[in-house]
């Protein structure tokens, strides 16, 4: 009796093994509409882009049939299951410009927005696709009533529903479109107040590892072929869908995204994730994704959140992008609240790109990609937490950047490893001093690009920023930054 039930759990292994949640990528010979005749299982999704069917408990035990091209399939352990939420409140407040009637907040002021207001760009005409779990009280808002009245919800789909009604499970993604686009006769919470939207809820935490994927790329296709320019997402799959080491943009998350780069001319803008003080860390998918614009999310001085995910990519690629304000005003339901995380940094920044889209409407998504990055206020500098910076707008303006104060690097070599960089006519240090921006970034780049370092440090009362083994990595270059302020060195 005991050998019989070992060789049945055997067996019951071996079944688990072989029967797993796949893609199934169909033969070209095979339509979507004879699937259902030649599958005894029905499919939970299915992606037109890839000719793929969504198909739970696969078995690969089998020879596949003729009409099978090949499959993806996750791995039977278990992965735990997390829903997305909001940060808790905050109880500061932060400081806001009042520019005549309307209040600007520093979520916007961080990234010169209300320079884009008063040029008169506000992503008029941009159709943006937005991605996410639910919009509970998002008819009934004050913020959105200009989105309504003017007709500008071109559509709306729940994708886990199967239906137009999109006010259902969740507030998320309500507090996203009041980052992307919220404002009364009082208040502005985003720069693409006349842009034109798809809704589209995507996500049910409580869904499969696969349903939940199949949703979030049936969604992309479909905000796609409604017309999106545009689409932002502040749903991230890490630890929920995935190991770390597939955060190489091999998931067909990934994948979709990236495919709506490169052959449909649509740039998707995703959240880094808010991992970085868990066992995770990193960004996840689809933000692994090369041409996804991964936001994260910063401080008022523009050093990184501590929530905020973190890269490079598993293949050693810079994420995030850029990033932006982490603690921001939203609202839903018409209450104003004050919430934190990379969900509401990103629509902030899809809402600067629609500004871009309309001042340069044949820009095609590859120049949106380049140049938003280029604008941000670290770059040429990067490293794994901070991207570029966050956006500009005097950057596509013609404007006067904020004057910085001038400062000149100084080394010594303290030894055959040891380097010091001091800062030149350096001043003390005041109670002020981050707040003027008076952060330094370092990076070391080895000859393939890749980051051996990074650092944020800020002068002592001597000027010193510290002492480094750069020599150590040689030959490799250092760059040392401050905001649009550069100087380079390179050691062989």
């Not at 009042?98 to 927005?113: A, K, R, V």
């Not at 159709?127 to 009934?140: C, P």
């Not at 072929?225 to 190489?248: D, E, H, P, V, W």
Request: glycine content about 6%; some cysteine.
């Amino acid at each position: 009796m005991r050998c019989l039930l070992l060789i049945f759990s055997f067996w019951l292994v071996q079944l688990v093994t072989f029967a797993q949640d796949c893609w199934v990528f169909l033969s070209p010979k095979l339509s979507k509409e004879e699937l259902k005749t030649v599958c005894v299982q029905s499919p939970v999704g299915y992606s037109s882009w890839f000719h793929a069917a969504a198909i739970e408990q696969w078995d690969l035990s089998q020879p596949q049939p003729w009409w099978v091209d090949s499959t993806w399939c996750y791995t039977p352990d278990v992965i735990a299951v997390e829903s997305i939420a909001s940060f808790p409140l905050k109880d500061s407040l932060v400081e806001t410009t009042d520019s005549s009637s309307t209040i600007y907040y520093e979520q916007l002021t961080m990234m010169q927005g209300e320079r884009w207001i008063s040029e008169g760009f506000s992503g008029r005409n941009v159709v943006i696709g937005v991605l996410d779990a639910g919009f509970v009280g998002f008819s009934n808002d004050s913020m959105f009533q200009h989105i309504i009245q003017e007709g500008r919800i071109l559509d709306q789909y729940d994708f886990v529903e199967k239906d137009k009604i999109v006010e259902r499970q969740s507030t998320h993604g309500t507090e996203v479109m009041a980052c992307l686009a919220g404002k009364d006769r009082v208040q502005q919470l985003g720069l693409a107040v006349n842009s034109k939207f798809l809704l589209a809820r995507a996500e049910q935490a409580t869904s499969s590892r696969l349903v939940r994927e199949a949703r979030w790329v049936e969604a992309l296709e479909w905000a796609v072929s409604k017309g999106a320019q545009l689409i932002t997402s502040s749903l991230i799959y890490s630890n929920q869908l995935y190991r770390r080491t597939q955060m190489n943009g091999s998931s067909l998350i990934s994948a979709a995204a990236e495919k709506a780069f490169l052959e449909k001319n649509v740039l998707v803008l995703n959240s880094a994730g808010n991992a970085d003080q868990g066992p995770w860390e990193i960004i996840g998918a689809p933000g692994d994704a090369p041409h996804v614009l991964t936001v994260g999310a910063c401080e008022p001085n523009g050093l990184k959140c501590d929530f905020s995910s973190v890269g490079p990519t598993h293949d050693l690629r810079m994420k995030p992008n850029v990033v932006a304000k982490g603690v921001v005003f939203v609202s839903s339901n018409n209450n104003l609240s004050y919430q934190q995380g990379t969900s509401f940094s990103c629509p902030l920044v899809a809402g600067f790109v629609a500004c871009m889209k309309e001042q340069h409407p044949e820009w095609s998504a590859a120049d949106l990609f380049d140049q938003v990055q280029i604008a941000a206020d670290l770059y040429p500098y990067y490293d794994y937490a901070h991207g570029y910076g966050i956006p500009q707008a005097s950057y596509f303006l013609n404007q006067e950047v904020d004057t910085l104060d001038a400062y000149e690097f100084f080394t010594e070599d303290l030894s055959d490893q040891l380097t010091e960089i001091r800062v030149v006519h350096w001043s003390p240090v005041t109670t002020d001093s981050i707040e003027n921006g008076e952060l330094f970034y370092f990076h070391i780049e080895n000859e393939n690009g890749v980051l051996h370092e990074y650092w944020v440090a800020q002068p002592n009362a001597e000027g010193s920023l510290g002492m480094y083994e750069f020599k150590k990595h040689a030959p490799c270059i250092v760059r040392v930054s401050n905001k649009k302020q550069m100087a380079i060195w390179k050691y062989e």
